[in-house]
C-alpha cells in the first residue's frame, strides 16, 4: 500500500513515515538499512549534517535513481544545519557541503537542527562552545535557500513555542515542518496544538522512545536517564494484541493518528520493514484515550541534549531547565 502524506504550507507533501538514520554511521549497516527501506515503500529519509552519513544516503540514493527503480521527485529528503551553523554566514556554505555530501541539486526539507548557536568546531568532537544568535535573522538566510531551489521547504526542530511563533510571526516562508522528540509518554500536546493551527506539520522524532540513546551519550561519559520502555508497557502491549500488531505499531500508530509524520530509526532489516507496515489497521477512540493518557511530559523527554551543558547556558535553550 502506498504510504500516505500530509500536506505542506509550501505546497509539497510529505510521506507520513520516513527513515530516521542518526546513530547510522557505519556505512554497510546504514547501506543495509536504506536499501531495506526504499524496497519496502519508503520515500522519505531524515538526516542531518552532524550524523556524518549524508555520503552514504547520497551514495544509495544515486544507485536508486540511475537505477531508474525511483525518481528524484518520488523521494523526501531531509537534511538539517547543525549548532555550528546558525549564523547568517554559515547557512549557504553548510546547506552546499550538505548538497554535496548527498549528491542532489536540492534538499526536500532543510531544518535549523536546534535552537542554540555555538562557534565552528574543527572536529565533532571538540567542546561546544556557544555564540549569541537571532533566530529571524537566521531564518532569512533559510528563505534565500529556498529562493535559490536549495531546499524545497524550511522548517525548525526542537524549537519550544515561544521560538516558534517568533518564526511565524517574522517570516516570509513559513516553516513547513516543526521537528520534535515525540512518543507516548512526551506527547507535547499544546506545542502540537499550536503547530497544528498555524498549518506547521509536526514530525516526531524518537517515536519509540529512542533506545538506541544510552549508546550515544555512553560516549560522552554519561548515563541516559531511566525512562520508561514503549515495548514494555503493558497498555501498549494490550492494545497491540487486540490489533495483531506489535507496541512499535501502535506507538507510531497514535501518532500518525495525530497528524504528525514519525521517522523510526533502525538499521535492522525486519524493523525496518515493520515500522512502515501501519496500514492496515486503525486505533479506535479508547485506544487513543488511553494511550493519550500516558502521558508523563517533559520528565519523559529521551534527547534532553544535557551532554553538553554548556548548551542549556544559552539564552535560546529550548527546554525547562
Ligand atoms: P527511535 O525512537 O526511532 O528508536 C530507534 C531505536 O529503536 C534503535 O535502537 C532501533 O534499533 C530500535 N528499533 C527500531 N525499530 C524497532 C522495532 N520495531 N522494535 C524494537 N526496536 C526497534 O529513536 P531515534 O532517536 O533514532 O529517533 C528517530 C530519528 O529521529 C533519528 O534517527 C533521527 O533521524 C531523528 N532525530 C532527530 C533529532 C533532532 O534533534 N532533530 C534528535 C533525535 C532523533 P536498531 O537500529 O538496532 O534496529
Redesign the pocket.
Known amino acids: 500500500m502506498a504510504v500516505p502524506s500530509f500536506e505542506l504550507v509550501s505546497g509539497y507533501k510529505i510521506p507520513a513515515v520516513?527513515?530516521?538514520?542518526?546513530?547510522?554511521s557505519d556505512e554497510k549497516e546504514l547501506e543495509g538499512?536504506l536499501n531495506a527501506a526504499l524496497e519496502n515503500g519508503y520515500r522519505h529519509i531524515?538526516?542531518?549534517f552532524v550524523?556524518q552519513n549524508e555520503h552514504i544516503i547520497g551514495r544509495v540514493i544515486k544507485e536508486w535513481l540511475t537505477s531508474g527503480k525511483v525518481k528524484r521527485e518520488e523521494l523526501f529528503i531531509t537534511t538539517?544545519l547543525p549548532m555550528d551553523g546558525i549564523a547568517t554566514d554559515k547557512v549557504e556554505p553548510y546547506i552546499k557541503k550538505s548538497l554535496e555530501s548527498l549528491q542532489l541539486d536540492y534538499v526536500d526539507l532543510y531544518?535549523i537542527?536546534?535552537p542554540v548557536a555555538t562557534s565552528e568546531r574543527k572536529n565533532p568532537t571538540d567542546p561546544f562552545q556557544t555564540i549569541p544568535t537571532d533566530h529571524v535573522a537566521v531564518w532569512k538566510k533559510l528563505e534565500e535557500q529556498v529562493d535559490a531551489g536549495r531546499t524545497r521547504s524550511i522548517g525548525i526542530?526542537?524549537f519550544n513555542l515561544k521560538q516558534v511563533e517568533r518564526i511565524v510571526k517574522n517570516a516570509r516562508i513559513k516553516p513547513a515542518s516543526l521537528?520534535?522528540?515525540n512518543?507516548i509518554f512526551l506527547q507535547q500536546k499544546e506545542l502540537i496544538k499550536y503547530a497544528q493551527e498555524q498549518e506547521i506539520v509536526v514530525v516526531a522524532?524518537?517515536?519509540?522512545?529512542?533506545?538506541?540513546?544510552g549508546?550515544f551519550v555512553a560516549r560522552f561519559g554519561l548515563e541516559a536517564k531511566p525512562v520508561p520502555s514503549i515495548?514494555e508497557h503493558p497498555k501498549v502491549n494490550e492494545i497491540a494484541k487486540k490489533h495483531g500488531k506489535?507496541?512499535?505499531h501502535v506507538a507510531l500508530k497514535f501518532q500518525l493518528q495525530r497528524k504528525v509524520v514519525v521517522?523510526?530509526?533502525?538499521?535492522?532489516a525486519n524493523?525496518?520493514k515493520?515500522?512502515i507496515n501501519l496500514f492496515d489497521f486503525t486505533l479506535d477512540e479508547q485506544d487513543m484515550k488511553a494511550l493519550s493518557d500516558l502521558d508523563v511530559g517533559e520528565a519523559a523527554r529521551?534527547?534532553d541534549f544535557k551532554f553538553a551543558p554548556v548548551l542549556a547556558d544559552h539564552p535560546e535553550w529550548p527546554f525547562p531547565k
Open positions: 520516513g527513515l530516521g538514520t542518526w546513530q547510522s538499512a531524515d538526516t542531518a550524523y538539517k531544518l537542527h536546534f526542530s526542537n521537528q520534535i522528540e512518543h522524532y524518537s517515536p519509540l522512545g529512542s533506545p538506541g540513546y549508546k515495548f506489535t507496541p512499535a521517522i523510526p530509526k533502525s538499521v535492522t524493523r525496518v515493520e515500522n529521551v534527547c
